[in-house]
């Protein structure tokens, strides 16, 4: 993973959790998430969506690679690529039924991200589901294991015994800015987007700012940031230089999205003056130049997509 500059590591920018068709579901046709199968369609769980859901499994359950069945269908936003999304959890040895892991039924606080490199199988199971969907998932417990610890494990063929992960998914946000295009500024750097929203910038042949700029690349309609929200965020630094190098980017470490609490004493001023009263939706580049308290010579630029706000 690149180090980041001071200013992104002390706003904690990095503390993240780990295309498919419009009408696409698990298993079906034009969607990659594995289908159901013997191992997931065994699984039954009575309850209220988003309660701790009664879970039966006639043990012991094995696998030989991950498999999804829709327990509720659900009818919200689709998950594709990119998709940072709110769900709620509880995972269970298929060898003996019991509870091994949970998430809280309260209110879940960190947003996984579909398609992220260093999601998992459980996380790739996500993709092509929809909000308001209860899945049962059957991953090989072999293959679950080493993909936590940051090695994705290759498929053998075997059968191996599974884990089952009853899952709620709650809410999804943007993949990408999806605002309307602004017209560029003089003297600022340019920003064109890749397909899946990734930026690419472009620095001017021009001396550096010296004080901080803030400039709109695309215009969002969501709802507006405020001080107290925790805003999610995908993110490109650059340094200002004539080949410029990229000091961090989610984009390229893991995929992931990422938040920021807007409300942290720890948050750089300049970041939350650019961020706060944004709109969802909204791509944003921030110029900062060294200051005093950076303790760096260099000036970054800094391109958010504002994804959604917890």
């Known amino acids: ?51 701790k859901p009664t879970v039966k499994i006639p043990t012991p359950v094995n696998t030989k690679h991950t498999e999804v069945s829709t327990l509720i269908q659900g009818h919200g936003q689709i998950l594709t690529d990119g998709t940072p999304s709110l769900i709620k959890y509880t995972i269970y040895s298929g060898k003996t039924g019991k509870e091994v892991s949970s998430s809280s039924y309260s209110k879940p606080t960190t947003p996984i991200t579909v398609g992220a490199t260093k999601g998992g199988p459980l996380v790739d199971a996500l993709e092509c589901s929809q909000v308001g969907s209860r899945l049962a998932v059957a991953v ?48 600022m750097p340019a920003v064109v987007t890749a397909a899946n929203g990734a930026p690419g910038i472009s620095i001017p042949d021009t001396a550096a700012p010296k004080a901080e700029k803030v400039q709109v690349v695309r215009k969002g309609s969501g709802a507006t940031l405020t001080a107290k929200d925790t805003a999610i965020v995908q993110f490109t630094a650059v340094d200002w230089a004539s080949a410029p190098t990229v000091q961090g980017s989610t984009w390229t470490d893991g995929d992931a999205a990422t938040t920021v609490a807007l409300s942290s004493k720890t948050l750089p001023s300049s970041i939350k003056k650019a961020l706060v009263g944004q709109k969802v939706g909204s791509q944003v580049m921030v110029v900062v130049p060294p200051t005093a308290s950076s303790g760096s010579a260099t000036t970054y630029v800094y391109v958010f997509d504002v994804l959604g706000a917890l």
């Open 1 to 51: 993973m690149r180090k980041l500059p001071a200013l992104i590591v002390v706003a904690g920018l990095l503390a993240t959790l780990t295309a498919c068709s419009t009408s696409a579901a698990p298993g079906s046709a034009g969607c990659t998430t594995p289908a159901s199968g013997d191992a997931s369609s065994v699984v039954t769980a009575t309850g209220a969506f988003g309660s």
């Open 140 to 187: 090989k417990a072999s293959e679950l294991t080493t993909s936590t610890s940051g090695t994705a494990a290759k498929p053998n063929g075997k059968s191996g015994p599974a884990y089952i992960a009853v899952i709620d998914v709650v809410k999804a946000f943007l993949p990408k800015a999806d605002g309307a295009l602004q017209a560029g500024v003089n003297n």
